[in-house]
């Protein structure tokens, strides 16, 4: 059950289960992304998703380097998922590292 209101500014990309979205927190004005799974998806791989990623928000998102998952609701009759807002993706944070390996840990 929602109980924050989004404004879709603009459309970030596509996944297998799909589309992404940054969004507006109207109340807080707090941009997000949001994740509104396809027509097609089966309610059972949704609500999957749904309970994995309830058991990683257990987690501190930021030790864990996990993204911070915010809410879910469901949309006229489709999986919505909130999650904080990324500038970058991996492929876009190797190539401006010019694919220079990095050490972890
Ligand atoms: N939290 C986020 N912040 C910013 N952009 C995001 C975020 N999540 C996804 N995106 C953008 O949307 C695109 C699709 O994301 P998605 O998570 O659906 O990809 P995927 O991992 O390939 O898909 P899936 O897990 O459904 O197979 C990403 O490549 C990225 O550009």
């Keep these: 059950h929602a109980t924050n209101s989004y404004y879709v500014e603009k459309l970030l990309g ?3 289960f799909g589309v992404v979205a940054r969004c507006m ?9 949001l994740k509104m799974f396809r027509e097609y998806i ?3 791989d949704a609500e999957g998703e749904i309970e994995c990623l309830c058991k990683l928000k257990q987690l501190d998102a930021d030790t864990h380097n ?7 609701f469901e949309y006229k009759g489709r999986f919505c998922l909130i999650f904080e ?3 970058l993706d991996l492929f876009d944070f ?5 694919w ?6």
């Excluded at 927190?25 to 992304?33: F, G, I, S």
């Excluded at 996990?66 to 879910?72: A, L, M, S």
């Excluded at 220079?100 to 840990?105: E, F, I, L």
Aim: hydrophobic residues 35%; glycine residues 8%.
């Design 66 to 72: 996990v993204v911070k998952f915010i809410e879910h």
């Design 25 to 33: 927190n109207v109340d807080t004005e707090e941009v997000v992304a």
């Design 85 to 87: 807002m990324l500038d």
């Design 94 to 98: 190797l190539e401006s590292r010019n």
């Design 14 to 16: 596509e996944g297998g």
């Design 100 to 105: 220079r390996p990095k050490a972890c840990g």
């Design 42 to 44: 089966d309610k059972e």
